[in-house]
């Protein structure tokens, strides 16, 4: 059955059952794809939402002007992007999300991370030989698929936090996957760059027509995933975990040689957890700790660049870049040693970010020349004890995956930062036949090689990169900060804080600022507007920024003026994203 522009009278009648269970608000409402930039800059008095889709800009935006708070806003705009941006999260994924509570001035982290099923094992990423799966073969594997989270971390922020009916927050995805929006350039890339792995599954039912990938100004109607949302909204999310939901997902993991069980979702839970807390330029800053490796090695590399006063350097010197780049060496090189899942490993947060041991590794940075086997350190000496896990290498051929990252302030005080994802774009490329939703690969964030502290383990959850932020002046949020991107999430995050914090840079230009990333010797990326001169001095030196420049994330972010008021967002021109204020400012 063909889910895309024909519809037969049979569906046309389940339509409009569906339609029917709608709420006033959400017929009342007329969402509208507008994928112009001309939404990238909002500024406003009674709150804003920033999203990479103007579909779930405009749903969390409806959600404020029907006085639901930034927590109901976020959780509406989620279940929207698994709807319009199926490629990027849902909920056969996960996600973290920091939320400011403006009630009790709280910070809480919201940990939605998938897990492996009972039935991993360390090795199951091995061939018989004992050598790696290749890394494209892995994604595409029943293995790479982990415990989804995503709808239980919206169901626990909706029980702190929430203040509408979640009904009501379900309601505008259900409607636009029952009526359908127009495919933009970004969805109709995803779709015809992953046909081998989409057309295995369920999703070329979807995606296709006739066995031609839809294509920008397609309309997108999703008829399985509109029945799930109506499960969702008329059972509760529980539903999606214990029952036929769960069975149909549990056996197409099996299907394509997985183990997970239903047992495996009605076991799942999130964790609810403390941030990590750093400091930079005299601002306080909330960001992801364990098992995301995000939080802990932004906060390492700004407290590295902090010593070197990266203001007295032009923004696109050869020297801001160079001390960047070799910055990014250490933390990653530390990263790849010593992080993974808290509740098997002992990640060494104190020594890593200790002030001694971040001026240890400072001292190794020279601008002269270039550390050519950047190592990592030992931040035991910092805290004590010692490492429970190896030193184990890995193959090199992971590919960084796709996610997408959302914001959220309100009047009342409240702000969610929200990374959420599928890992790769549409994740392993396999959909729940008859419930429309793609599942995640995050199991490949796991190392291949085991022994390390980022092994394959059951229900331990994959080492991320997402790296969701709020940063605060004298106890108030003044910033959220987040993007997409795999491993340069964390160098994306880092970047806009410096031109923020240290360039003093107006917020758009701030993230639109030209990018680097680099995480060892053999991997070098830069964006467009880099100067070559500067990329040529760099390779000079001993770097390796290769020929082709390419897009690095999609930072989207909120700067929160505590004294007027007003809340200015940005939306990353890399994708069609949208900012939308409540109460907006005249232009």
Known sequence: MKQFLVRSSLMF???????????????AADYEADYGTENNVAEANGGMVVSAHPLASEVGLDILE???????AAIAMQFTLNVVEPMMSGMGGGGFMVVHDGATGETTIVNSRERAPAGATPDMFLDEDGEPIPFEERVMQGTSVGVPGTLKGLDTAHQMWGTMAMPDLVDP???????????DDVLAFSIEDSQEKLMESAASEVFFNDGEPLAEGDTLVQE???????????????????SEIAEALANTVQKFGGSMEKDDLMQYDVTVDEPVWGEFKGYDIATM???????????????ILDGFDLSQYDMKSWEKYHLMAETMHLSYADRGEYAGDPEFVEVPIEGLLHPDYLEERRNMISLDSVIEEPEPGNPF??????ADYDSVDQPGDKVDGQTTHFSIADQYGNVVSYTTTIEQVFGSGIMVPEYGFMLNNELTDFDAEPGGANEVQPNKRPLSSMTPTIVFDDGKPMLTVGSPGGQTIITSVLQTIINNFEYEMELQAAVEEPRIF??????????????SDVIDRLNG???????????????????IDQENGTFRGVADSSRNGAALGLEPVAQ
């Open 381 to 386: 000496d910092y805290q004590g004890g010692m």
């Open 224 to 242: 399985d995933l509109a029945h799930t949302l109506q499960l969702i909204r008329d059972n509760g999310i529980d539903h999606f975990y214990n």
């Open 289 to 303: 700790p364990p098992p995301s490796s995000g939080g802990v090695f932004l906060l390492q590399m700004l407290g």
């Open 13 to 27: 009648g389940v339509l409009l059952m569906i339609v029917a269970t709608l709420s006033q608000d959400v017929l």
């Open 173 to 183: 995805a259900i409607h636009i996957a029952s009526e359908g929006f127009p495919i």
């Open 541 to 559: 030196m001993g770097h390796n920024f290769g020929d082709e420049p390419e897009s690095l994330g999609n930072v989207n972010s909120i700067l």
């Open 518 to 531: 680099t995480n060892g010797m053999e991997n070098y990326t830069y964006e467009e507007r880099v100067p």
């Open 66 to 72: 029907s006085d639901g708070n930034a927590i109901d």
